[in-house]
């Protein structure tokens, strides 16, 4: 009993590249307010997206052992590209729950129209998505897809709102069809700071979904499922933000965070 007490106590840990598991954490810290959480944010690494799916492997496995040896008790892998490239891998090799993201395409496909997902080049390339389209949608009729390279850069600067997001936006779009378009999906953690500029730019009435709410309710499950969820309702946890870049990266996590905080993000 005690040595669940323990184990119950430990922290949960996130990665991503950079800034964009923030949105994830957010959500997490809403859902699970008892929690205590570490997120280590690999800035000096970012951005994955444009990285070979070995070299997202290589630096995934050295995170999240990082992470298991501040003790955490349950690994997300708030980023759909190390997601993509590494999720199974983590599964193998880590002796606790790891939980990733998922592109919301079915709710998305659910609300009929065609879906236009965006993510990075490597999660739109990996086995992993394809899978998934053609789960939901067999023929592939009703899924567009557009890589939106230099989109994660930006917000890894701090660029979540003005001219410069929007000329990207604007430029990135220009390379799609948008016709029958009724819902976008956001398939990179980092674009969810970018929402607000989307839907300026997006056809009215276009829904935006994201994996975040998805996630952090199954990582809910999960922390049930195995005894590990802290019990007390009272409590307040913490959060630790790591980066491997720095005190200017650490400074940018607190400000995007409390950005990140004061959006909606559970339904
Ligand atoms: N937040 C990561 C994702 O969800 C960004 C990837 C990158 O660093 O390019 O895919």
Redesign the pocket.
């Known amino acids: 009993m005690e040595h669940l007490a323990e184990e119950r106590g430990k922290p949960v840990g996130l990665f991503?590249?950079?800034v964009?598991?923030l949105t994830v954490l957010a959500a997490a810290v809403q859902l699970l307010p008892a929690e205590d959480f570490v997120y280590y944010g690999d800035t000096a690494n970012?951005?994955?997206?444009?990285k070979t799916k070995e070299e997202v492997r290589t630096l995934s496995v050295r995170i999240a052992d990082m992470l298991l040896n501040r003790g955490c008790k349950a690994i997300v892998v708030a980023?759909?590209?190390a997601t993509s490239a590494a999720v199974d891998l983590l599964r193998e090799v880590l002796p606790v729950p790891v939980i990733g993201?998922e592109p919301a395409i079915k709710p998305a496909l659910a609300g009929g129209g065609r879906v236009l997902v965006m993510?990075?080049p490597l999660?739109l390339q990996e086995e992993k998505f394809r899978d998934l389209c053609r789960r939901y949608c067999p023929d592939g009729d009703k899924i567009a897809i557009l890589p939106c390279p230099g989109l994660?850069e930006l917000i890894e600067r701090g660029e979540t709102s003005g001219p410069e997001v929007d000329a990207t936006l604007r430029k990135l779009f220009s390379a799609v069809d948008l016709t029958g378009v009724s819902s976008v999906v956001l398939g990179?953690?980092?674009y969810l700071f970018v929402r607000d500029a989307l839907r300026r730019l997006l056809p009215p009435g276009t829904k935006i979904y994201d994996g975040n709410y998805g996630t952090v309710r199954q990582l809910q499950r999960v922390l049930e499922h195995n005894n590990l969820l802290r019990p007390e309702r009272e409590r307040s946890g913490n959060v630790e933000f790591l980066t491997s870049g720095g005190r200017p990266s650490l400074l940018l996590f607190r400000q995007l965070y409390r950005l990140a905080c004061a959006k909606p993000v559970l339904p």
Request: glycine share 20%; proline share 5%; net charge negative.
């Open positions: 991503d590249s950079g964009g598991g970012a951005p994955y997206g444009e980023c759909n590209t993201m993510a990075t999660t994660v990179c953690t980092h």
